[in-house]
């Protein structure tokens, strides 16, 4: 009993000693960032960036924070607060008013963003600010000529466009969509003369369609929201996105492998090789050869996790997995591949069926002629 009365005691007589660990682990637990349902905005998992660095990081323009201030990105800073400049003096709106309005959303900006911002308050409201003014003005130009000047630094030079849009769909190089949206209403109503204003939905598809050749894309347009989009990657991702379907699949997919190239291929389906591809109208191979368009497609889902409750192409995974299940359709697969894989064999193929059809039409004449003869003789 006097054991069990002095081991609080003993931990109390122990604190004393240990108190500048519990102190900074306290600390720690204190300074823990909460979860917000904000946080859309994250780093990219290294087993993706291990596939290719350069597909993740931003060549030219650093946009928010988590690339800002970075030594190859600085060039670009002097540009994007000229286009802050211009965009005040296009809106209605003025700097001190823009300042205080992302102060006042600062703790709902940082919580936009996964990782711990470690800018302090000023600094990340003026890396909001001007990178927010800088898109805004770059779909603005883009959509209006007549916006652009004679001394822009990146329209009046092609390759500049096409070094800053490729860094503006990275996802570590995101702003918050809203915050987009709020800025925009300052300058739309003293836009060039339209019949229709466009929204800031409109600007972003004509700029990404445009430049990224994406095509057949309008019934998706009509779906998306600018409630709903939280920043350009989730923008691009919907415009991919298919519409829904007529018979939606209820449950998950009964399999995470889907069938290989391969496999399709014996099942009959014509998934040959890139130049078949291409050849259909599949795909589009800007690489140059077959061989870095195989590459690409090879690599497509390295360090890419399936998760079979959420998965858009569920039914089309079915279908194909049902497709090949089939012993039928290998049957006829493997006569297509072996035995009629070029037009000779099926004209080969098809003179042998003749002849044989012939060959029994004729033993059956032969039989009916023998057997009437033999009835006459007996008569």
């Given at each position: ?9 003993d ?7 240990h108190?500048p ?37 931003p060549?030219?323009?650093?946009i ?15 540009h ?6 211009d ?5 209605k709106?003025?700097l ?6 992302m ?6 900006l ?18 909001i600010l ?9 779909l ?14 990146i329209?009046?030079k092609?390759w ?16 918050p ?23 800031l939905i409109?600007l972003?598809?004509?700029?990404f ?5 994406i095509?057949?894309?309008e ?13 350009f ?7 991919y ?5 007529k018979r ?16 399709l ?19 589009e191979?800007r690489?140059?050869?077959s061989?870095?368009?195989s590459?690409?497609?090879n ?16 039914a089309l ?12 359709h ?12 070029t ?5 080969s ?7 044989l059809?012939?060959?029994l ?14 009835q006459?003789?007996?008569?």
């Amino acid at each position: 009993m006097a054991e069990n009365g002095e081991a609080p005691n003993d931990i109390e007589s122990q604190q004393g000693q240990h108190m500048p660990l519990i102190t900074s682990m306290r600390q720690e637990l204190e300074e823990l960032p909460t979860f917000s349902s904000l946080c859309c905005i994250y780093k990219v998992p290294e087993r993706l960036r291990r596939v290719s660095e350069k597909a993740y990081t931003p060549q030219v323009v650093s946009i928010g924070p988590l690339h800002h201030s970075k030594v190859g990105l600085k060039a670009m800073e002097v540009h994007k607060k000229r286009y802050l400049q211009d965009f005040i003096s296009r809106s209605k709106g003025s700097l001190e008013e823009y300042v205080v309005n992302m102060k006042n959303q600062e703790a709902k900006l940082r919580n936009c963003y996964a990782e711990t911002i470690q800018f302090g308050s000023d600094e990340f409201v003026k890396i909001i600010l001007v990178d927010a003014a800088f898109i805004i003005e770059v779909l603005l130009r883009y959509h209006f000529h007549e916006l652009q000047e004679e001394n822009d630094r990146i329209f009046n030079k092609p390759w500049m466009l096409q070094d800053v849009w490729p860094d503006m769909r990275l996802l570590e190089n995101q702003l918050p969509f809203f915050v987009l949206e709020e800025l925009y209403a300052k300058v739309s109503s003293n836009l060039p003369v339209t019949p229709v204003t466009p929204s800031l939905i409109d600007l972003s598809y004509h700029f990404f369609t445009s430049l990224m050749h994406i095509e057949g894309t309008e019934g998706n347009l009509e779906n998306i929201r600018s409630s709903t989009v939280e920043h350009f990657v989730d923008f691009c991702r919907s415009l991919y996105l298919p519409l829904p379907l007529k018979r939606p699949i209820k449950g998950r997919l009964e399999t995470l492998t889907t069938p290989s190239m391969t496999d399709l291929h014996r099942a009959g389906v014509k998934f040959k090789d890139v130049e078949l591809l291409v050849k259909y109208g599949i795909v589009e191979n800007r690489l140059g050869d077959s061989s870095g368009g195989s590459t690409l497609i090879n690599n497509l889902a390295d360090g890419v996790i399936f998760d079979s409750k959420d998965f858009c192409y569920a039914a089309l995974c079915k279908d194909l997995n049902n497709y090949c299940s089939w012993t039928w359709h290998k049957w006829k697969a493997n006569l297509r591949q072996n035995y009629f894989n070029t037009p000779w064999a099926v004209i080969s193929f098809t003179a042998a069926v003749i002849l044989l059809i012939l060959t029994l039409v004729q033993a059956v004449c032969s039989v009916i002629s023998a057997t009437q003869q033999s009835q006459q003789s007996q008569h």
